[in-house]
């Protein structure tokens, strides 16, 4: 099944752990919050099978819950299955 993912930019609180589980999904905009690579965060393009472990790990991994992941696109809002 396919998955997606986004950060909640207003509870990112910039500190790198899912950068560093899944460096080929996040990454850091000038402020250092986080956001999707593959989609500029806008939580519509389905992640490659082969990164979806990646993902799992930043979602688990990330403190204030910011990442985000879904079977449903979040079509740029990070709250819409909350």
Same mark, same amino acid.
């Given at each position: 099944m396919a998955? %997606? =993912?986004?950060?909640?930019? /207003? =509870?990112c609180i910039a500190c790198g752990a899912c950068g560093a589980s899944a460096p080929d999904i %996040?990454? %850091?905009?000038?402020?250092?919050?986080?956001?999707v690579l593959l989609d500029n965060n806008e939580g519509t393009t389905k992640i490659p099978s082969i990164l979806e472990e990646d993902m799992?790990?930043? *979602?688990?991994?990330?403190p204030t819950g910011s990442v985000k992941v879904s079977n449903q696109? *979040?079509?740029? /809002?990070? =709250?819409?299955f909350d």
């Open positions: 998955k %997606y =993912t986004i950060i909640d930019k /207003e =509870t %996040y990454d %850091y905009d000038d402020e250092g919050i986080a956001y799992l790990d930043a *979602f688990e991994g990330c696109s *979040f079509h740029g /809002e990070p =709250t819409k």
